[in-house]
């Protein structure tokens, strides 16, 4: 019954700007740490940004000072603010959201949403 639903993902233009959002249902969203993965056709899931409940964020390398990653506890929802986007950021993104000192189980994921830009 857990539901983490992305939006904001579409076609831009390399060197353009996307903001992606993911709103949680039925968690204690400001308890859980929340992030943000991406998987580019033929490759494996990787790290893009997280953020802890305690609002403590960081970065994959290759995005460190184009990405942002904010949450908003008062709507539920998990932010991505992704400027100076190239090529090589073209993936699907899903939203994460753990809670691992209940367990490994509270480990939810969104179905993804498509970020594609052009070169």
């Known amino acids: 019954q857990v539901q983490l639903v992305e939006s904001g993902g579409g076609l831009v233009q390399a060197g353009g700007s996307l903001r992606l959002s993911c709103t949680a249902s039925?968690?204690?969203?400001?308890?859980?740490?929340v992030g943000w993965y991406r998987q580019a056709a033929g490759k494996q899931r990787e790290l893009v940004a997280r953020?802890?409940?305690?609002?403590?964020?960081n970065y994959a390398d290759s995005v460190k000072g184009r990405f942002t990653i904010s949450r908003d506890n008062a709507k539920n929802t998990l932010y991505l603010q992704m400027d100076s986007l190239n090529a090589e950021d073209t993936a699907i993104y899903y939203c994460n959201a753990n809670r691992y000192a209940l367990g490994p189980q509270f480990d939810y994921w969104g179905q993804g949403t498509q970020v594609t830009v052009s070169s």
């Open positions: 039925r968690i204690p969203f400001s308890l859980y740490a």
């Open positions: 953020i802890s409940a305690g609002g403590n964020s």
